[in-house]
């Protein structure tokens, strides 16, 4: 009986442990940004008002050296919904509308008629690949995804991919328009279902606002806001855009500074409203863009298009985590991919280190802890033009062309990518390019059985 009773106590010790543990699960919030360039915040460039913005920096773990291993749209969202390099599973470019009326693409691949290596890139992100949404519902985590998907039409939407619910999403990869009509065919809205004068950005805040207010549910919530915010047709919030003419800014580029204000606005929204529910200490924030900007991102060089998409400019894009009473309110320069927010979150909600072997990302939660982490390279591929691939590894970077040139840059030195060292530094060149070359052979597909 005596053995009975201390095995009892025993097991009531172990639920009450576990029980304690799923409460303890935090709540995360994912703020994706599309085409919001690494030196389009205030903290960065004073032009930009982005308070909300720049206080989530200060709290956070701010990485200043995050990079999109596809920076485009298409890849770099499968690439941190699965923690893989885009290219093994063969989608090294954006999903093209084979239908502007429906925004689908009943192909499996495309091709891009100005890629010199006519590369096929597939049109959606197949099911049989691992979200980290998969692997958060497994750990008991509700999930919901607001705004810009752009990984496949109607049967591959986020409720397809592990997400419980979906809101604002469409199969096009941006808006017509911020204001009504919003998306001139195939809209995810109804017809008059918002004033005419709601800016699109406010109507994706106000449904995840309203996840975070009428929230009831025992079991902790994953937040998924991808923003079609602030990618083109650059239309500012009216009342936003006389304020950056003000500055001495053209038409189009106020249109962005408000479009930025706009997202800005929509990060404090989303953070008042979780003060407001009294979950802010429990709920992980992460923020970042899936590519550079498409206007200046000086001091770095390359912008989305334009040839150098794989320049700092194009490839490097915000990033913070904010972890309440885990991250300390600090910059940190290791290289890190946004294809580490799988295993960052896999361990976030489960406690544990992810293993899932499929995975080319690791989990930051060691830099977030203050930990030293191992130094890895990081390698990148995109099929549009010349310039297709690049490796960047400690404060290097090298940067090849389909023609049989190289560049090669000192991150540290010139951050700027100024000085093309790739023939007076052979020592540093040569290693790099057996790197990437050994790398293209194990991760890129070859000869690879495609229909159209």
Request: charged letters at 25%; aromatic letters at 12%; proline letters at 6%.
């Amino acid at each position: 009986m005596r053995k009975l009773f201390i095995l009892a106590i025993v097991l009531c010790i172990a639920v009450g442990s576990f029980a304690k543990k799923t409460q303890d699960q935090p709540n995360i919030v994912v703020l994706f940004v599309d085409d919001l360039g690494w030196a389009d915040l205030g903290y960065r460039n004073p032009l930009f008002d982005t308070p909300n913005v720049n206080k989530l920096s200060e709290e956070g773990m701010d990485f200043e050296r995050a990079y999109v291993a596809t920076p485009t749209c298409s890849p770099s969202r499968a690439s941190l919904m699965t923690g893989k390099e885009p290219v093994r599973f063969q989608m090294v470019r954006h999903i093209s509308e084979e239908d502007k009326k429906t925004g689908r693409n009943e192909n499996k691949y495309h091709l891009w008629d100005r890629d010199p290596a006519q590369t096929p890139s597939i049109t959606r992100l197949p099911l049989e690949e691992i979200t980290y949404a998969e692997r958060l519902k497994e750990y008991g985590y509700y999930n919901m995804f607001v705004g810009k998907w752009h990984l496949g039409h109607e049967e591959y939407h986020p409720i397809h991919q592990g997400f419980d619910e979906q809101f604002g999403t469409s199969n096009h990869g941006h808006p017509t328009s911020y204001y009504e009509p919003y998306f001139r065919y195939a809209s995810p809205f109804e017809e008059g279902q918002f004033p005419k004068d709601k800016y699109l950005t406010d109507i994706l805040t106000d449904k995840a606002v309203d996840l975070i207010k009428n929230y009831k549910k025992k079991q902790p919530f994953m937040l998924n806001l991808w923003y079609y915010d602030v990618h083109g047709p650059h239309i500012g919030k009216k009342e936003l855009i006389e304020k950056y003419e003000a500055k001495g800014m053209e038409k189009r580029f106020a249109n962005y500074g408000a479009m930025v204000e706009a997202m800005d606005q929509s990060v404090g929204r989303v953070r008042a409203a979780l003060e407001e529910k009294g979950i802010a200490d429990n709920t992980v924030i992460l923020f970042t863009s899936d590519q550079g900007g498409y206007f200046t991102n000086y001091p770095l060089r390359g912008k989305k298009n334009g040839g150098n998409t794989l320049g700092e400019g194009g490839a490097r894009v915000p990033f913070i985590i904010y972890y309440p009473g885990v991250t300390k309110p600090v910059k940190c320069a290791v290289p890190i991919q946004t294809l580490d927010v799988y295993s960052t979150l896999v361990e976030i909600a489960s406690g544990k280190d992810q293993k899932d072997p499929q995975v080319n990302g690791v989990s930051l939660m060691p830099l977030i802890r203050g930990e030293e982490v191992a130094d890895r390279d990081l390698f990148f591929y995109r099929s549009y033009e010349d310039q297709y691939a690049a490796i960047i590894s400690g404060d290097w970077k090298l940067i090849k062309y389909r023609s049989g040139n190289y560049e090669l840059f000192n991150l540290k030195e010139d951050v700027s990518e100024v000085s093309n060292l790739i023939f007076v530094n052979p020592k540093i060149a040569n290693p790099l390019k057996k790197k990437l070359q050994d790398w293209e052979d194990e991760a890129v597909p070859k000869n690879p059985k495609v229909s159209f």
